[in-house]
């Protein structure tokens, strides 16, 4: 069964203090950031830090992904080595916006479990689509290499690459974006993983952006605060409702095809094979966060 990633939380790898908020949030994912969160002066001090995190094992319920730094920069080879090593989930990667430069990440990703003695891919990557460039490639990305699990879509950076103000990304060429993103992923059948939402204080543009998102296609949102954690996971988990009705109608279907019908009246609604499949990825994410199904 395929991992839940209702909720990926940012974890600034500069401070000891951000770890222990972590390790006590509901988090499905953690995204520890070498990235954005820490200075150059201090990144070499951060990786250190950061094998150790990786190792404790009140870390272990979590997918603990890496944000590394971008193939650009001189701490891309160390960040790579140093994770691969340290036992790293996945690695998000920044500013993704070639073809071949996801499948160097898989190159180099493929030598670093060789040389930490890894099963050979059991490290995914999660690329982070932020720039034009990366939105017009979006498709090609998707499909670039079987490590990747998922494709996030970075607003901020995007945003900036366009000139434009680091809004709410609900409208506009930022929303056309996200369409783009969470497309390209569902035809390659990676999680879309939506951008995160800058005021830790709205709760209900959070809400409001993550309901849009999860109707766009979204499987999960990256959070840049805990407080964010509790209602994007509501969003992404179906309800005892959503779960009953799910349930009921995947039975009169299934009963359906048995007495060799095609489709089936159900609550006033006509259902057919598509219908049923939508209502059984409801409960298979349902499963996947331990609710029950009877």
Do not use: W
Not at 17 to 37: G, N, Y
Not at 129 to 148: C, D, K, T, V, Y
Not at 168 to 176: A, E, K, T
């Amino acid at each position: 069964m395929s991992r839940l990633r209702r909720s990926l939380l940012f974890v600034p790898a500069s401070s000891e203090r951000f770890f222990a908020k972590a390790q006590s949030s509901q988090a499905d994912s953690l995204i520890f950031d070498l990235e954005d969160a820490v200075a150059p002066e201090r990144k070499a001090v951060a990786r250190e830090t950061l094998k150790d995190v990786l190792r404790d094992s009140g870390f272990a319920r979590f997918e603990r992904t890496v944000r590394i730094n971008d193939l650009d920069t001189p701490y891309f080879l160390d960040d790579v080595l140093a994770m691969v090593e340290a036992g790293a989930d996945g690695l998000v990667v920044p500013k993704t916006n070639t073809v071949e430069g996801i499948r160097f990440v898989d190159k180099l990703v493929s030598l670093a479990e060789e040389r930490a003695g890894r099963e050979p891919g059991s490290v995914v990557l999660l690329p982070l689509i932020e720039q034009p460039q990366a939105i017009g490639n979006a498709f090609s990305l998707a499909q670039a290499s079987p490590r990747l699990a998922g494709m996030a879509f970075g607003h901020g950076d995007f945003s900036l690459a366009m000139g434009i103000a680091a809004a709410p990304s609900i409208d506009g060429i930022v929303l056309h974006a996200r369409c783009q993103v969470v497309t390209a992923a569902k035809s390659a059948g990676i999680v879309p993983i939506d951008n995160v939402y800058l005021d830790i204080r709205d709760a209900e543009g959070l809400e409001a952006e993550t309901r849009q998102g999860k109707q766009l296609g979204y499987e999960g949102k990256a959070c840049i605060h805990p407080s964010q954690v509790e209602p994007v996971n509501a969003v992404y988990t179906p309800t005892a409702e959503e779960v009953a009705y799910a349930r009921d109608l995947v039975a009169a279907f299934e009963q359906a095809v048995a007495e060799g019908k095609g489709a089936v009246a159900f609550q006033g609604r006509m259902i057919d094979g598509p219908i049923a499949d939508i209502e059984r990825i409801v409960l298979e994410r349902a499963k996947k966060a331990g609710m029950p199904l009877e």
